[in-house]
């Protein structure tokens, strides 16, 4: 793929054999109210998908469990035939519930079954990325992730599959899954106050390999802190644009994909993950997840 040339936050990163920007786009929130169903505006989130990729946005994070089908279709539709430039990381490993559930759907032929899907949706002979979601809608649950995992590096030997990634998981799975097969991302709940993956990001860092906070803003809870609010203040922004910028400065191998179905807002986000934060700043934020 080509690499990127563009003015956005954070400079790139290496995934695998592709070159991405640092800040990407997440797509979940183009779905209907909780991941459900199609979007209020259609024309509106083909929009966003547009100005994304216009902007130079190059990673965009989806799944086929979106809607269902609705955020990959919506992609497809916005975008395909897809730049050369542009990577699109999906997962696996849960469905949807007619209640707007997430049941885990893990075994062979369910993972197998998902793939296809998102290879159908997205309109694809291959799959950028593909991430073994593991835990539940809380958080992430040990246990063994072989079984699961030895089925993507399956179809990723039968080239349905470029590169893998693990999501939701323990320390201790990403070490079980980097026994299998490499990996080139993690995806893990990460925040400015859900700071419990500091030492998996550190170490990630050092072997190359991307952490990709999912709720980087908080997701269905924003963030709120008096510490993040008096940063904001200093500085004229948004708490939310100051979230952004510290997980921007927090480590190199930090990819951000945060959502939004307004050009508005992902306008805001990307000038948000590019304010310049003091030393100062940054050991005050520190003090919110510690």
């Known amino acids: 793929m080509n690499t990127p040339s563009t ?8 995934l695998g054999d592709s070159t991405v920007n640092r800040f990407g786009y997440g797509a ?11 979007p209020a505006d259609h024309d509106g989130a083909l929009a966003v998908l547009r100005e994304a990729v216009s902007l130079g946005i190059t990673h965009i994070d989806t799944s086929d469990a979106y809607g269902p089908r609705i955020t990959n279709e919506l992609i497809r539709e916005a975008l395909h035939p897809y730049p050369e430039s542009l990577f699109i990381a999906t997962k696996v490993g849960a469905t949807r519930d007619a209640q707007g559930g997430w049941p885990t759907a893990r075994r062979p032929e369910d993972l197998r079954k998902q793939v296809h899907e998102n290879l159908e949706s997205l309109g694809v002979e291959a799959l950028d990325l593909v991430n073994m979601r593991m835990g539940d809608a809380q958080a992430p649950v040990p246990g063994s992730i072989t079984e699961a995992f ?11 599959i470029r590169h893998l990634g ?14 299998i097969a490499p990996i080139v991302c993690v995806q893990n ?16 860092a050092a072997d190359g390999i991307a952490y990709v906070p999912f709720f980087p803003l908080g997701g269905f809870t924003p963030l709120q802190s008096e510490a993040l609010s008096r940063v904001a203040r200093r500085l004229e922004a948004t708490p939310m644009s100051v979230a952004l910028a510290w997980l921007m400065r927090r480590s190199p191998n930090i990819l951000l994909t945060p959502g939004t179905s307004s050009t508005t807002h992902l306008r805001e986000n990307i000038a948000g993950a590019g304010l310049s934060l003091s030393d100062e700043d940054v050991t005050e934020l ?3 997840g510690h």
């Open 28 to 38: 979940m929130q183009l779905a209907g109210p909780w991941v459900m169903g199609p």
């Open 166 to 179: 693990v999501s939701n998981v323990t320390a201790e799975q990403v070490a079980e899954a980097r026994g």
């Open 189 to 204: 709940m990460y925040n400015l106050a859900h700071r419990h993956d500091d030492d998996l990001v550190d170490h990630l």
């Open 150 to 160: 030895e089925t993507l590096v399956g179809l990723q030997g039968e080239g349905l």
């Open 286 to 288: 520190d003090g919110i």
């Open 7 to 14: 003015s956005l936050p954070g400079g790139i990163w290496t």
